[in-house]
């Protein structure tokens, strides 16, 4: 089957961990035997540019000048048009449109082509968050004489609402978020996330001695690594001179510097420069052996997390997980079971959960052991490329 995957960010130019997941299901489709062809933004490159089966000639912008806007549009869509017609794809497989344009996905829909969606966070649901739509819904002088020569380069006057028979989710939670909007409905399907289990090893922990907490993603306040440093400083005064206790931060410091120097400030105040270490950003390939170095896995998360695949690979790891249940991370956390859960932007409820840890060996070991046993039976990566495979496969046209 020849697939065209169309995705905004494609490694190695991302942001998150979605970008990564895109990879390695369009590697997975291609072990399957599918033809599978990329179409992402030239974002992180500056210029269009098309390595193997990789085409970076989406434009991606957050510029709000609405010539800029139509020009976006305009040439989003004649890309978009151009790669069906010279592909001819038998599935568009989008993951996120984010920036680029909603449109790239009608144009393949009008053309009879299926189109099927893994929604891995809120843009589908928000997808009025798109510039050209922002444009259809102005009422400003500008917006209209732009709405008007869009209209002579054969753009609609307004954008229709995806054909969502085929939209697959990746969460529970971030289904029903689409559901509530009016973008989705109930008998779209969710595939849960999986990953390799077998890349990540568990190791003997011996957490007698020193304690290595660990936290993996974005560094920005959202994902609430502010309450993670304040959690270490009230450990530290809890627990006293017997254990070594130490944090380690792996993530870009360079996205959003003003937090990281939020996050120094903080340190600072409570004399924590010893004990934290900012790792930067690693390679996924990289990240087995971070886990595998480390004892506790804190996920601090306060904004409604669309899922949680740093949480999956902490637990294959071994690690005892203490964590939020924000959003879609919800459906991977049991309390006690495979995690310890704390109230979100809780330093105090956060610390409680690490010290339950570190004085009670033996729920230490139901964590740890709970959690890659989640991993094995509910989030294994051959299943969910498989039944990502069957409903491409099975997709219905679009009209």
């Known amino acids: 089957m020849r697939i065209l995957v169309v995705s905004n960010l494609y490694p190695p130019f991302f942001e998150g961990g979605y970008e990564i997941g895109c990879k390695q299901a369009v590697d997975a489709l291609k072990d399957k035997g599918h033809e599978v062809l990329v179409l992402t933004s030239y974002y992180g ?164 001695t020193a304690i290595k907490l660990l936290y993996v993603g974005q560094i920005i306040g959202h994902k609430g690594v502010h309450t993670i440093v304040k959690a270490l400083d009230i450990v530290k005064k809890t627990i006293g001179q017997s254990r070594k206790i130490t944090l380690t931060i792996v993530g870009d410091t360079l996205q959003v510097p003003e937090y990281v120097s939020e996050l120094q400030h903080i340190i600072s105040m409570r004399g924590l420069e010893h004990c934290i270490q900012f790792a930067g950003k690693h390679d996924n390939e990289q990240l087995p052996e971070v886990y595998a170095d480390h004892d506790i896995f804190v996920f601090a998360s306060i904004w409604d997390e669309p899922f949680g695949i740093t949480l999956l690979e902490a637990m294959a790891s071994g690690l005892a997980v203490v964590a939020t249940d924000t959003g879609g991370s919800a459906e991977i956390l049991e309390d006690s079971i495979n995690a310890l859960v704390f109230e979100k932007d809780n330093p105090d409820s956060c610390a409680t959960q690490i010290i339950k840890l570190i004085n009670t060996p033996h729920l230490f070991n139901t964590i740890s052991m709970g959690g890659r046993r989640t991993v094995e039976q509910k989030f294994r990566f051959d299943k969910m490329i498989d039944s990502l495979e069957d409903h491409l496969c099975n997709a219905l046209k679009s009209y």
């Open 45 to 208: 490159i500056g210029k269009p540019a098309v390595l193997d089966d990789v085409y970076r000639l989406l434009r991606f912008s957050l510029d709000p000048l609405c010539r800029k806007i139509l020009y976006k549009e305009l040439k989003n869509r004649f890309v978009m048009k151009n790669i069906c017609r010279w592909f001819k794809p038998e599935r568009v497989f989008i993951w996120n449109l984010t920036h680029v344009s909603v449109a790239v996905a009608l144009v393949a829909q009008n053309m009879g082509i299926p189109v099927c969606y893994y929604v891995f966070d809120g843009w589908l649901a928000n997808w009025e968050s798109d510039q050209w739509s922002g444009i259809q819904n102005s009422s400003s002088i500008i917006a209209r004489l732009i709405r008007t020569v869009g209209f002579l380069f054969g753009l609609k006057s307004m954008i229709k609402l995806p054909y969502l028979h085929n939209a697959i989710f990746a969460s529970a939670f971030l289904k029903n978020m689409a559901v509530l909007k009016g973008k989705a409905r109930n008998e779209n399907v969710v595939v849960w996330w999986g990953i390799n289990a077998e890349r990540f090893i568990p190791r003997e922990r011996d957490s007698s």
